[in-house]
């Protein structure tokens, strides 16, 4: 079992930064790639971005690429989402999740493990 809890979500300027942060518990977060994706008001959930388990592999969308960078932390159990050059189009619930895969993937049902979300607003 892994529980995934988000924070660093909040409101900020189109061109602005947030830094999102994913903490997860168990002992056995190097067995899993992480991933967040976003869900804005009246759309689908969409994926962002994967880290595979070592931080060795990423795949980004199209959408976030240049823009967004994710990374973790193995010892501290945590992931991180640094989101820069912020667009009105970014506002979202942003949604940590964990797959016991070895490489990153923007399939969702590969995904066993979801945190309860942080929301993103982007001004313009």
């Known amino acids: 079992q892994v529980q995934l809890v988000e924070s660093g979500g909040g409101l900020v300027q189109a061109g602005g930064s947030l830094r999102l942060s994913c903490a997860a518990s168990?002992?056995?977060?190097?067995?899993?790639?992480m991933g967040w994706f976003r869900q804005a008001p009246g759309k689908e959930r969409e994926f962002v971005v994967g880290?595979?388990?070592?931080?060795?592999?990423?795949y980004y969308a199209d959408s976030v690429k240049g823009r967004f960078t994710i990374s973790r932390d193995n010892a501290k159990n945590t992931v991180y989402l640094q989101m820069n050059s912020l667009k009105p189009e970014d506002t979202a619930v942003y949604y940590c999740?964990?797959?016991?895969?070895?490489?990153?993937?923007?399939?969702?049902?590969?995904?066993?493990?979801w945190g309860q979300g942080t929301h993103v607003t982007v001004s313009s």
């Open positions: 168990g002992r056995t977060f190097t067995s899993y790639a």
């Open positions: 880290i595979s388990w070592s931080g060795g592999m990423t």
């Open positions: 999740a964990a797959a016991r895969t070895l490489v990153p993937s923007s399939t969702e049902n590969l995904y066993d493990y």
